[in-house]
């Protein structure tokens, strides 16, 4: 199984861009990197995916690294309700028909900071 | 209303009784998942399905079975609750390879 490294926890200012690294040295080529929150107890939120290429969307951006060794969730202009728990994870699995599910670790808890 | 909905939120129950988790979703996606999460910890998959007729067990599925009744409700039960089995429950649903999860807001379980 493809696994991912981060850092137990995080601060960051009201207003800044907070910057959440991951690792995941073992990843397959066709693996995606996928990031999600939690924030207290609530459902996990999907946030963003991406394969090779960086990713945008309204919430934030995945700057991949180029050997897709490492990966980094890039949320612009933080605000206190960003504050949760970030799961960065890779997804098992090829096909439709696979063995296709999530596996969590224990993410990185950023507190964002009035 | 919610794109996925548990019940119930919360639920004591006491050792030896059998308890049903329900979920249902209205994303019409054929992906159905449980998971369980313990305090400070990640999430566990408990089984998943890909479609009515296939349910899949995941890393956790012992003590625990489950039932997909049509495609948007994938119900999670416990035979015989213990202890240990006490935690916060999600299910979640996908549309399948690349797509992003849907999460429930999850079903807090005692079990005494």
């Known amino acids: 199984d493809a696994k991912t490294t981060q850092p137990t926890s995080m601060d960051c200012a009201e207003g800044r861009a907070a910057n959440l690294p991951c690792n995941h040295s073992?990843?397959?080529?066709?693996?995606?990197v996928y990031w999600y929150r939690q924030i207290h107890s609530q459902g996990p939120q999907y946030i963003i995916h991406g394969l090779k290429n960086n990713e945008t969307n309204e919430m934030a951006s995945l700057i991949i690294t180029e050997d897709r060794k490492s990966s980094t969730l890039i949320l612009p202009h933080a605000t206190l309700r960003d504050t949760a728990v970030y799961y960065c994870i890779v997804r098992e699995g090829l096909s439709n028909f696979g063995n296709e599910k999530l596996t969590f670790g224990t993410g990185t808890r950023l507190t964002i900071i009035p | 209303d919610a794109d996925v909905t548990q019940t119930p939120r919360n639920r004591i129950t006491k050792t030896g009784k059998r308890i049903m988790l329900e979920c249902s979703q209205t994303k019409g996606h054929d992906r159905m998942y449980w998971y369980r999460q313990d305090p400070g910890l990640g999430l566990q998959l408990i089984y998943y399905?890909?479609?009515?007729?296939?349910?899949n067990k995941g890393e956790i599925s012992d003590g625990y079975s489950v039932s997909r009744q049509a495609q948007a409700k994938f119900s999670l039960s416990l035979e015989s609750a213990i202890p240990n089995q006490t935690a916060l429950y999600f299910c979640a649903t996908s549309g399948g390879q690349g797509l992003g999860y849907t999460f429930g807001s999850g079903t807090r379980l005692t079990v005494v």
């Open positions: 399905s890909f479609d009515v007729k296939d349910i």
């Open positions: 073992t990843i397959s080529g066709n693996e995606y």
